[in-house]
């Protein structure tokens, strides 16, 4: 599962997000991140999926 959640973060940041940790701020943070451009948005994705699988 971690490797799916890794390959939405890559192609789309915001649901690689949701799937790890839901409606929480750290997904409206990444949207955030996303809109203000691509790159942020995929490392603070990938920052928070493997922080959660600690």
């Known amino acids: 599962m ?11 940041p915001p649901l690689g997000v949701f799937l790890t940790v ?4 750290a997904f409206w943070l990444n ?3 996303t809109l203000l451009g691509f790159i ?3 490392i603070h994705a990938v920052w ?3 922080k959660h699988d600690q």
């Open 22 to 25: 839901g409606i929480r701020g």
């Open 48 to 50: 928070v999926i493997a």
């Open 31 to 33: 949207i955030l991140l």
């Open 40 to 42: 942020p948005g995929i």
């Open 2 to 12: 971690s490797f799916l959640r890794i390959l939405f973060a890559i192609i789309l």
